[in-house]
């Protein structure tokens, strides 16, 4: 089973109905695709700016279960993705929570460079989040917003579907999601893609127009 893909108002619906500290964590995730591991493993260093006021991330780290950072398994995976600017502006205000949650902290603030570490009154300020505790602050968000039960890896998909409405080709799609190869995309996504066949026949008179005879 692929995942549940959620509409665009759906999404709306569910940022709209996050906590306030889980926002920009779940909005990121949305817009490009990234796995909750790989989110939560972000780090300043590897974010830059791109043109336009769209800015670029590459991936290099990826938060285990237990809560380390590990360099990501596969090659496709570590890759350079393009942020929208909405997305840039969400980490920009980010950026400033987390320097203000790390004067707060003092000396007991572990300064492993996170996008979204671990903020407020806990233990280990400034470590990784925990994936659980995500998790279940994405289902009641959800649950507020009456969408139902919603998963991390759930918004991976809904950022392919919404790519996929929005008439990007598979390649564009593949790339972004990181996928080992354009065949990943089309088994896991192929059957969201129209199938108009009618459409194909015209595009060939549009190209060529209609060849007379002798």
């Not at 549940?4 to 920009?24: D, Y």
């Not at 999601?177 to 009618?198: F, K, M, Q």
Request: glycine share 8%.
């Amino acid at each position: 089973m692929v995942g549940r893909a959620l509409t665009g108002a759906e999404v709306a619906l569910l940022l709209n109905h996050a906590a306030p500290q889980h926002w920009p964590l779940f909005l990121t995730m949305v817009y490009t695709g990234m796995r909750l591991g790989e989110v939560l493993a972000m780090q300043w260093r590897y974010l830059t700016k791109g043109e336009g006021g769209l800015g670029l991330y590459a991936v290099e780290y990826n938060v285990d279960k237990r809560g380390q950072l590990n360099e990501v398994k596969t090659r496709s995976s570590r890759a350079t993705i393009a942020l929208s600017s909405v997305v840039v502006e969400a980490l920009r205000e980010q950026r400033a929570t987390v320097a203000a949650a790390a004067l707060q902290a003092g000396q007991a603030w572990t300064d492993l460079d996170l996008v979204f570490p671990r903020l407020g009154l806990c233990k280990h300020w400034g470590k990784p989040q925990d994936q659980n505790q995500i998790r279940k602050a994405l289902a009641r968000a959800a649950h507020r917003a009456g969408i139902g039960h919603v998963r991390p890896h759930d918004l991976r998909h809904t950022c392919a579907s919404l790519l996929i409405s929005e008439g990007l080709n598979i390649k564009q799609v593949s790339s972004h999601l990181r996928h080992s190869s354009v065949g990943v995309t089309l088994d896991t996504y192929g059957h969201i893609y129209p199938a108009d066949r009618n459409e194909v026949a015209y595009a060939m008179d549009r190209i060529l127009g209609i060849a007379e005879n002798g």
